[in-house]
C-alpha cells in the first residue's frame, strides 16, 4: 500500500497572520528591560528566525537572554489579541485533506507555544501535526520539516511558507516549494530564493499539488 503524501505549512505569516502580536511583543519586551526598541519595518524583517537571532541584531551585548525571557513572558499574554487565520485558510485545508493529503506545520516556534497557538486560532483540528523548533537548528536547515513529516508517517510533497527560510527548509527536505506573498518577505526577497511556486493567493495550492 503506498504511503500517504503530506504537505508542510510554515504558521505565522502563512497560516496565520500574526505579524502585528509577535512585532508587538517583541517591541514591549525591550520596554520591559528597560530599553529602545526597534520600529516595526526593522522587526518584521527577522520574523521567522529563532528569538535569539532576532534579538541579537537590536540587543546591546548580554541582554539577549534577558529579552528573550521577556518576550516569552509576554507573547502568550497577548498572542490572541490580534493574530488570526488568513481568509481561506480553513477551506484550503478541509480542501487538500479532502483529496487525502496529510497536513502539518513546521514553525521556528517552540512547540507548546506552537499546539497552543494554532488551538488558539482554530486550527488544530484541520491539521494533523504541528512541529516546533526545540534544541535542533532551525531553518533554513531541513530538520523541523522532517521532523513534522516523520510525525506525520507520510511522504512530503509541498512545503508552503512566506520567507526565504522556509523556502531553503523545504530545498533542504526534498520538497517541493510554495511561497506566499502576504507574509514576511515580499515578492522580491521571496524570488531570489527560487521557490517552485510564487504565490499571491492560497487558492492556487490545491491546483499546484493536484498538478
Do not use: N
Amino acid at each position: 500500500m503506498p504511503r500517504p503524501r503530506a504537505i508542510v505549512f510554515d504558521l505565522d505569516g502563512t497560516l496565520v497572520d500574526s505579524l502585528p502580536d509577535i512585532v508587538g511583543a517583541f517591541q514591549d519586551a525591550f520596554h520591559a528591560c528597560g530599553l529602545e526598541a526597534p520600529g516595526d519595518e526593522d522587526v518584521r524583517r527577522h520574523v521567522g528566525l529563532p528569538l535569539e537571532a532576532m534579538y541579537a541584531d537590536f540587543a546591546p551585548d548580554g541582554r539577549v537572554t534577558e529579552l528573550c525571557d521577556a518576550y516569552r513572558r509576554i507573547y502568550p499574554q497577548r498572542f490572541t489579541r490580534a493574530s488570526r487565520p488568513f481568509p481561506g485558510v480553513r477551506e484550503v485545508l478541509a480542501e487538500l485533506r479532502g483529496h487525502g493529503f496529510r497536513l502539518g506545520v513546521a514553525t521556528t516556534k517552540r512547540t507548546e507555544m506552537a499546539v497552543r497557538f494554532v488551538a488558539a486560532m482554530g486550527l488544530d483540528g484541520a491539521l494533523d501535526h504541528v512541529q516546533g523548533t526545540d534544541g535542533f537548528p532551525h531553518k533554513p536547515a531541513p530538520d523541523v520539516v522532517l521532523r513534522s513529516l516523520a510525525a506525520l508517517e507520510a511522504d512530503g510533497t509541498w512545503m508552503v511558507g512566506d520567507t526565504v527560510h522556509d523556502v531553503e527548509a523545504g530545498k533542504a527536505a526534498g520538497l517541493a516549494t510554495f511561497a506566499v506573498t502576504w507574509g514576511t518577505h515580499d515578492a522580491a526577497t521571496l524570488a531570489s530564493a527560487a521557490p517552485d511556486r510564487l504565490e499571491a493567493d492560497l487558492d492556487t495550492l490545491v491546483a499546484a499539488v493536484l498538478g
